[in-house]
């Protein structure tokens, strides 16, 4: 639908003059070959709920945006008539390093966030992909995390609270400001991983750990892909506590600057700590018949652990490619990873790395044809599916669109999901049509 010109001066209104974006300086919105009529970027929450109480009184469609990094995922929208650029939305509002626990609004960029947590000695360990770009509420929204994963968890644990925007401009808050809450309803996990559908995080307050005084990594290669999962499962089911136990095939090593297939594993601590930690690591890769192999630059491969897949393996300007998220039991990592390489056609290529404490698989799809890497990418999904698992499009070629449905089969909760919808959104404004069954 047109916006009306009322409508438009109406937002200049509430925003100012300067954050409202129309016409040519949309460029950087485009989303699924469409472009929004107008972008508002407002400086605090009373804005965004002004916005929002105007877009749900003329039914506009409205699209949250932060880095626009992880746009790419989930169906273009149905209605895309207004962005809610929150990236003035950036602070830092509060931190109790004695608490171990801080609050920040959601367009705060996670590289700045982890910067001035450092300053006390303390971090949030969600390692999303590109924290230069991401803003902390887009990477909940997406649940977006990376190989940290396997020892502080995903954004479930971590996030204590939610301060929220809904669709008709009402501000409601959710959990709470301490670790050790139990009263009533968990209503936070709600909004995390629902793409924006259910309402706008403006803040969230979440748990924080003390920076590791030492960190040490260690590649342990293999000839192929039978080894590294009983490692794994050996690794984890002993008494050391690593913080990354990723599997990754030799594409993706390539691309991180290893030479696999094999485990790259972490371990953080006190010096002494990680140093007897290390030596039984040694022991038990003895037993597989593999060495430990230290990361000499570990801050360049952590960083490449956590973009892949958004991080390109060297296939720069080759052919059509996707991007790909999926999970299966964590005792089938290893299988999953092997029987997608397998079924995977020439000349088509792909990569795969793999958290494996929680079965938590990544990759990328390289094709020359459209019809190829719809072929390989459906052929990946059925082999999850098959191991008790799923596949999410994080990212296709426009050209692919409308192919292979991003999401998948539709989850046996859909019919939940789409309650809840209609109960926190009636009218349906809120990144309408992007999430699992056009939600």
């Given at each position: 639908m047109m916006v009306a010109t009322s409508v438009i001066e109406d937002l200049r209104a509430i925003v100012g003059a300067e954050s409202l974006l129309t016409g040519e300086r949309l460029g950087a919105y485009h989303l699924g070959g469409k472009t929004p009529q107008a972008a508002t970027l407002p400086a605090n929450e009373e804005e965004v709920s002004r916005v929002l109480a105007l877009a749900w009184k003329t039914d506009l469609?409205?699209?949250?945006?932060?880095?626009?990094?992880?746009?790419?995922?989930?169906?273009?929208?149905?209605?895309?008539?207004?962005v809610l650029d929150l990236t003035r939305l950036n602070r830092l509002l509060a931190h109790e390093p004695a608490d171990m626990t801080a609050t920040a609004q959601a367009g705060v960029r996670m590289a700045d966030l982890q910067r001035q947590l450092g300053e006390h000695d303390q971090f949030l360990p969600l390692d999303v992909p590109m924290p230069g770009r991401a803003t902390l509420g887009g990477a909940l929204v997406a649940k977006l995390g990376g190989p940290l994963r396997c020892r502080y968890g995903t954004a479930r644990d971590l996030v204590l609270?939610?301060?929220?925007a809904h669709a008709d401009g009402t501000i409601t808050k959710g959990g709470a400001k301490v670790v050790k809450n139990a009263t009533g309803y968990d209503v936070t996990k709600l909004y995390l991983g629902s793409h924006g559908t259910l309402g706008i995080i403006l803040e969230a307050t979440f748990r924080l750990y003390?920076?590791?005084?030492?960190?040490?990594?260690?590649?342990?290669?293999?000839?192929?892909?039978?080894?590294?999962?009983?490692?794994?499962?050996?690794?984890?089911?002993?008494?050391?506590?690593?913080?990354?136990?990723?599997?990754?095939d030799g594409v993706a090593a390539r691309a991180c600057g290893i030479t696999g297939p094999g485990l790259?594993?972490?371990?953080?601590?006190?010096?002494?700590?990680?140093?007897?930690?290390?030596v039984d690591l040694g022991r038990i890769a003895g037993e597989f018949g593999t060495t430990l192999v230290e990361i000499g630059d570990a801050g360049g491969t952590w960083s490449a652990l956590s973009d892949f897949p958004w991080l390109n393996p060297g296939w720069d300007g080759?052919?059509?490619?996707?991007?790909?998220?999926?999970?299966?039991?964590p005792a089938e990592c290893a299988k999953a990873i092997q029987v997608i390489r397998e079924a995977t056609r020439p000349p088509a290529a792909v990569a795969i790395a793999s958290t494996v404490s929680h079965g938590?698989?990544?990759?990328?799809?390289?094709?020359?044809?459209?019809?190829?890497?719809?072929?390989?990418?459906?052929?990946?999904?059925?082999?999850?599916?098959?191991?008790?698992?799923?596949?999410?499009?994080?990212?296709?070629?426009?050209?692919?669109?409308?192919?292979?449905?991003?999401?998948?089969?539709?989850a046996a909760a859909l019919g939940v999901m789409k309650r809840?919808?209609?109960?926190?959104?009636?009218?349906?404004?809120?990144?309408?049509?992007?999430?699992?069954?056009?939600?």
């Open positions: 469609g409205v699209a949250p945006w932060g880095g626009g990094c992880h746009q790419s995922i989930g169906y273009p929208p149905s209605r895309y008539d207004l609270g939610v301060r929220v003390p920076q590791p005084e030492v960190e040490q990594g260690w590649w342990l290669g293999t000839s192929g892909l039978d080894t590294p999962q009983p490692l794994a499962n050996r690794i984890l089911g002993s008494h050391l506590v690593p913080n990354r136990v990723e599997l990754v790259v594993v972490s371990i953080s601590g006190l010096p002494e700590t990680v140093a007897g930690q290390r080759q052919g059509l490619q996707a991007l790909w998220r999926g999970g299966v039991p938590a698989l990544r990759g990328r799809f390289r094709a020359d044809t459209v019809e190829a890497l719809v072929e390989n990418l459906s052929a990946a999904r059925e082999i999850l599916v098959g191991l008790g698992g799923y596949m999410v499009l994080m990212h296709l070629p426009e050209a692919a669109r409308g192919w292979i449905d991003v999401w998948g089969s539709p809840l919808k209609a109960a926190f959104d009636a009218k349906a404004i809120l990144n309408p049509g992007r999430f699992v069954g056009g939600i």
